[in-house]
């Protein structure tokens, strides 16, 4: 095969290398490859891994689920966007977070009150407790920090209570005088994943109890006993608790309590007679604490009422015979009767009151018999249910006269056939 120059086209040998005539070589070059020093590909290996890494990484921390865990309130952004409030606080203002509580106690008292969990929505500040709990998957509440309690606080797991209507949901905490500091754990466990941690610390503080007895202060007569409360009410400051200890006698004539709350225990001597009140006992104490009234007796003469009162008041093992009304509740107050017996009264029970608050639902054990109408409901604060289990009406004119609509349980009550 003919081989020619490729540069000055003579001919050439078949296995020449370079032209015998321009002496320029006929073989093709190629290029030398540098190469590449290890190092170097390591180097360049680690740094694709490194961005790889960082894109995972970026990815996970965006889409794990998160936990918040603060005390009093957290801000919460839902997936839509939208930016909660969560807050605790034990009180009916619910714009303001209570991590911290102080909570007066008697060395002896027995307490519950509510821990409520608000929601609003930060950028308008409206109510937004139903919108939330569509996300959330449960909740659930806990003390932590007591093992050393002689009486440990405990709370009822979250729920929603009518009669706290403007809380999502509640804890009821049970505590006592000799309950010890302990914190309440919320755990909101959200259906994306996320998880809510609410705290709030809690410390019983001893208050001081005063105890008033016959043997020790003249309470014979009811001018001995109406000077003994006004100069509690000037000498006695807030928060101590009074206590009145009163003799087996019978009151003629009208008491007035308004400055502060009492609580008053009636007696029984040798003979069966119990500590009686002919005339009203007039209770006006703007004070939020629960005055009680115990072991007493009510014996009107037809007229006024036996007790009238605008103040939380509870009165348990109190009778209430002939009266216009046995007892009288009226402006923004919660009263309650347990185990009382009302017999022979135009009404017994008359509750008028239009306030917010409630302490305790339950109205049981009580006897209403021969009245004109026992149980008269005009107005009720909230829309709570009241619970008369246990209580009997016997040969009343009306029994109830529910002119409020008030949610009434009657499931376990004794209705009597009038005679």
Known sequence: MEHKCPHCGADLPE?????????RTVSPRKT???????????LLGLLVLVIVSAVAVGLWLNLKPSTYDEYGQVTY??????????????????????????????????YRMPSRLYIHNSGSG??????????????????????????????????YNEALPDAALISLLDFTGESTPAELVWT???????????????????????????????MDTIEDLQALVDQIEQDVPLPTVVNLHLPAVTYVGELTIQDRPFNVYGST???????TFTSTVFITSPNSDIMYFQDLDFAGSGTGPGVSVSAFFRATNCSFTNWETG??????????????????????????????????SMFNDNYFSNNGTAVLLEAVPTDVTMNFQGSVFSNNQTDIDNRCDQPLDLSQVTFDTKE
């Not at 466990?189 to 043997?215: A, C, S, V, W």
């Open 126 to 159: 409206e109510d937004a407790n139903q919108a939330f709990l569509e996300l959330v998957e449960s909740a659930s509440a806990e003390f932590i920090g007591q093992e050393d309690s002689p009486s440990p606080m405990v709370c009822s797991q979250p729920a």
């Open 327 to 360: 007892v009288l509740a009226y402006g923004t107050c919660w009263v309650n009767v347990i185990g009382c017996r009302f017999d022979g009264n135009q009404v017994g029970f008359d509750f008028n009151s239009t306030g917010e608050y409630v302490n305790h």
């Open 32 to 42: 030398a490859k540098v190469p590449v020093p290890m190092l170097k590909r390591v």
């Open 15 to 23: 296995e020449a290398s370079f032209c015998p005539h321009c002496a």
């Open 77 to 110: 952004t839902a997936e839509d966007g939208t930016v909660y409030q969560v807050l605790l606080a034990s009180g009916a203002d619910r714009f303001t977070p209570q991590p911290e509580l102080t909570i007066p106690c008697e060395a002896d008292g027995q």
């Open 188 to 218: 909101l466990h959200m259906k994306n994943g996320d998880t809510i941690r609410l705290r709030q610390t809690y410390e019983p503080e001893l208050i001081e109890t005063l105890d008033y007895y016959p043997e020790d202060y003249p």
């Open 269 to 275: 001597d040798a003979d069966g007679n119990r500590t």
